[in-house]
């Protein structure tokens, strides 16, 4: 990790209060590295951010399966200012090398969510240290956000009404922004994404005798060509969508027409409205596709979160924090994420945090058993948090 704090804080008080706990918040960091734990089983990482947590002078609440909601009281302002950080890891078998590797056989952190702990419990240290704070401020600890998602059931328990939240912030490490770097945008960030299951059910013949048979392959092959037209001819050419199926199931010897066909894929969008209207269209494409070939056309969709949708006047007020030379306004992403369900419940913000560094090689993508991290971000996450407490009015 760089020695020099300030390169990374770009604020002078910050970087000396965090110089003297540097070695601590690397050691949080690997702590929670070591014990990923998969959806609603994270026992033994709640147990860990709890007693930190209790140190800090947090009022504790245990929220869903082992999720954590972090309270401490202002003293003025009425409404209170909520940050989230997940805390799921993945079914993956970690490949970094580092000595702080998982202890959980075939589980990792490959998404980063250690760090975001780390950072907002460190935020979390950080407020402890004011004996007052001016509004009331709200952490919350979220398991399952890789699946089955937690935000949603989380939303849906009362939080915002019990704590009149006003706002949300959260954050994400990525490797496809410079070390260091924070990314932002206002509006649509990331995307909303299903799952499309197609099962096709045509009749078998012999295939010197294709008119005796309904051949369940060559409608899937048309299925595919029309599913490419729904966002070529159904969306503004410079808005986005996806509708890619990745694998397809047919046939068992070669001169025999095939009974049954399967198509699996995924579908995303920027704005629930064309996500609809994706699925409007991938129904009406089997339907006629049923009468044309006199074949079944079963379809299932699973729904997952809903598009990131950063609010405009939290962005100018993160913009007008940030100095030119940390910031980087992107582009939308296609990648899913369930902070979205905080901004159905109010105003809230999502952003990036770099960490690609190719010197390090730091450079694999989120999900992958090699993906890793300088802990030197850790500190800008958190410096980003103090300077944001400061901007609305918390400390």
Known sequence: MENNLLKYIKDKEIADYFAEYKNEVVEMRRDLHKIPEIGFETKKTADYLKEKLLNYGFEIKEVLKNG?????????????????????????????GVDFSSTNPGKMHGCGHDGHMTILLNFARY??????????????????????????PLVESGIFTEYNIAATFGLHIYPGLEEGKIGI?????????????????????HGAQPQDGKDALFVASQLLSNYQGIISRNFDPLKS???????????????????KARLEGTIRAFTE?????????????NEGMEKAHDV???????????????????????????????????????????FSYYQKAGPGFFFMLGSQNNKKGFTYPLHNE??????????????????????????
């Open 127 to 152: 407020l402890s240290e004011f004996y007052e704070l001016k509004r009331d401020v709200v952490l919350i600890f979220q398991p399952a956000e890789e699946s089955p998602g937690g935000a949603e």
């Open 185 to 205: 945008k206002a509006g649509p960030l990331t995307a909303q994404s299903g799952e499309v299951d197609i099962e096709l059910i045509g009749e078998g013949s």
């Open 241 to 259: 969508g996806v509708v890619t199926f990745g694998k397809m199931e047919s046939g068992s010897v070669r001169n025999v027409l095939a009974a």
């Open 68 to 96: 954590l909601i972090a309270y401490k009281k202002g003293s003025s302002l009425k409404k209170a200012v909520a940050f989230r950080a997940d805390m799921d890891g993945l079914n993956l078998s970690e490949k970094t």
């Open 296 to 338: 079944e056309i079963e379809m299932e969709i699973r729904d997952f979160y809903p598009p990131v949708n950063n609010d405009q006047n939290l962005y100018e007020m993160i913009d007008k924090i940030l100095d030119d030379n940390e910031k980087v306004n992107m582009g939308a992403l296609m990648i899913a994420e369930d």
């Open 370 to 395: 090699k993906f890793n991290f300088s802990e030197a971000i850790i500190f800008k996450g958190i410096s980003l948090y103090i300077r944001l407490a400061r901007e609305i009015e918390i400390i």
């Open 273 to 285: 409205d064309k996500y609809e209207l994706i699925k409007k269209r991938l129904k009406m494409i």
